[in-house]
């Protein structure tokens, strides 16, 4: 999520969230669901602007965020129509950015409420609310770790919170949103505009990758020092990600930052995550301002067609299925 821009820059810039758990089912569609497989869902309403998207693994579902209410829909990858599964304004939601499933709870990035709302995807019951005290911030992503700590990033304030699994499994509603690492002094600089955005973990829980969409870099922060280390992009300065995800060594950036179209860059990490090489780039296939994306499967990713501070938006807005 951006904050906005003049009008004339929109044909060329816009942008704004994923990780290991949010793979969704490794099946097939076709085969998981009787061979149907849909290309193009519909989100309900004129004011959706959809954001974060999540699949649940071992089910049919996957979730979509709004920023405009905090509304957050469930979809089946059968059917082409989303469904309300929390109503916006719900427990002081008033926005929905990033967001991942772990153990069956929907972890949910609220934005400018500087909150993190995490609710059960069977009862859509409330479990808690993690409050980092700030209003001035923009609570963006969520990544979740191998040991089930989540990670989450502020756009518009210099810091990575950490929620511990101990904390999720907790049964108190309420509870702080602590920072994790504080990037004053290390080579993420903050400016005006959005920073620190997407971001996953690495598979051995070692570190966390996060994109910054206004110097068009990534960084590698160590979880156990917060240690923070530039990638290496080989000059490579034309990618601007907004949603990451991570999977067999390679990190996909979904942005519509230079290419309001969308692109998907597919690129090839070192062991150590510190370089990466740009391998290929998909643009199109439906996308139309793109924030993040999902896999379903093996080949495919849901994407998510945000069109953020477009005045007059292409109607209906749509998640769109891109094969890799």
Not at 251 to 269: A, D, K, M, N
Request: glycine share 12%; with cysteine; aromatic share 8%.
């Amino acid at each position: 999520m951006r904050k906005p821009r003049p009008r004339h820059l929109l044909s060329t810039a816009l942008a704004v969230t994923l990780a290991l758990s949010a793979f969704g089912s490794t099946t097939p569609v076709s085969q998981a669901h009787g061979g149907r497989v849909v290309d193009r869902y519909v989100v309900p309403g004129d004011k959706a602007y959809p954001e974060g998207i999540v699949r649940e693994p071992g089910t049919p579902y996957f979730y979509v965020g709004g920023t405009s209410d905090g509304t957050i829909w469930r979809g089946r990858v059968d059917q082409q129509s989303l469904q309300v599964f929390l109503p916006g304004g719900r427990d002081g939601r008033t926005t929905a950015v990033g967001m991942k499933i772990t153990k069956g709870r929907l972890v949910v990035a609220g934005g400018a409420t500087g909150k993190v709302f995490v609710y059960s995807t069977r009862a859509a019951a409330l479990l808690h609310v993690f409050d980092s005290g700030s209003r001035t911030g923009l609570v963006n992503d969520v990544a979740i770790a191998p040991n089930g700590d989540a990670y989450v990033t502020d756009s518009l304030q210099p810091v990575l919170y950490r929620i511990s699994a101990a904390q999720l499994d907790d049964t108190t509603v309420n509870q702080p949103l602590r920072v994790a690492v504080n990037f004053s002094g290390t080579p993420v600089e903050y400016e005006d505009g959005i920073n620190g955005n997407g971001l996953v973990v690495t598979p051995d829980g070692r570190y966390v990758l996060m994109a910054d969409t206004n110097s068009q870099a990534f960084y590698r922060i160590s979880t156990s020092t917060g240690a923070v280390t530039p990638v290496d992009l080989g000059g490579v300065t034309d990618i601007g990600a907004d949603g990451l995800l991570l999977r067999d060594g390679e990190l996909y950036s979904i942005t519509s930052l230079f290419h309001p179209e969308g692109e998907i860059s597919v690129l090839e990490l070192t062991d150590d995550y510190s370089r990466a090489r740009v391998k290929r780039r998909i643009n199109g296939r439906g996308m139309d301002v793109p924030s993040t994306a999902t896999f379903d499967g093996c080949d495919d990713l849901l994407v998510v067609n945000f069109q953020y501070q477009i005045e007059n938006p292409h109607l209906p807005f749509t998640v769109v299925r891109v094969t890799l």
